[in-house]
Each structure stands twice: as C-alpha cells, then as structure tokens.
C-alpha cells in the first residue's frame, strides 16, 4: 500500500479493528483501504499524504451524499450507518476549518494568485483548493471565494 503517514494510520486502525472484532469499523475502514488502493492501481504509483487525503474526502462526500438521500427518504436505519461510517472517516481527516479560518486562507490565496472579480473564479479555485483539501468542504470553498470576489469588485 501507499507509504503515506496517513495510509499507515489507516492500516493500523484495520488491524485493531480485527483484533476487537469489529465488523462494522473494519467494513468500513476496508471500503477507504480499497479507495486508496484503486488509485493507486489505476496511476500506477505510490500515494502521498496530500493523495490520501484527496481520495478520503472525495469519499467523505460520497458518504455525505448517502447520508442526504437516505435522509430525504426517511429511512432511518440507513441514516445511522451513514452518520456512523461517517464518524469513522473523518478521523482520519483534519478538523474542519471554521469560518474564519477559511476567510483568512482564501483571502490570502486570492491575493497571492491576484484574483480580483468573478471572472478570475476558475484561477481562484485552483490557488485554493490545494490549502483546503479535507479541511473543509468543496462548497463551502466555492461559496466563499464567491463571496469574496464578489465583496472585491
């Protein structure tokens, strides 16, 4: 598997999961195993932490995903298996950003790739999605260099 601090972390935690025979946290904790190793597989390379962590958010918003529709339908069984391989996920994650933490690393980054308007959202995007990857979620990102380049006009 990948050489990353984070995989190890992951590797680690399956492990102890078997030894407590956990079948529900070692399900899971397989399901993000199996995430890494398809990318690695399919690019044929090594994962870094910054890799890792990528792949583990895109499947924290597929569990999220699965946690809204299942709400949405009532079922409520399914919503706590959501709500607990959610659980799981995020810790291997670092904490969410609040919201100020958030305005003050994508000013900095709009100011640094010198995005002024809502035509330079695209260039934006791409300064700020590296320093938030896994700290907060990709809409919350988008609406707030929304915001802010709205405010700059």
């Given amino acids: 598997m990948a050489t990353s601090e984070l995989a190890a972390r992951l590797q680690a935690a399956v492990i102890a999961a ?11 904790l397989r399901q993000m195993q199996a995430a890494l190793k398809q990318v690695e597989i399919d690019d044929r390379r090594e994962l870094s932490d910054a890799d890792v962590l990528k ?11 699965t946690l809204a529709s299942t709400i949405a339908a009532g079922r409520d069984d399914l919503k706590a298996t959501a709500e607990a391989e959610l659980a799981i996920v995020n810790e291997f994650l670092p904490a969410e950003l ?9 000013r900095g980054a709009l100011a640094e790739c010198g995005a002024q308007s809502a035509a330079d959202f695209g260039k934006a995007m791409k300064a700020v999605v590296p320093l938030t990857t896994g700290k907060a979620d990709g809409a919350r990102v988008s609406a707030m260099v929304k915001r802010l380049l709205a405010e700059s006009k």
């Fill in 55 to 65: 792949i583990l958010s895109s499947y924290v918003k597929k569990v999220k995903d």
């Fill in 98 to 106: 609040g919201e100020a933490e958030l305005e003050t690393l994508v």
């Fill in 18 to 28: 078997m030894k407590a025979k956990d079948k529900d946290r070692l399900g899971v």
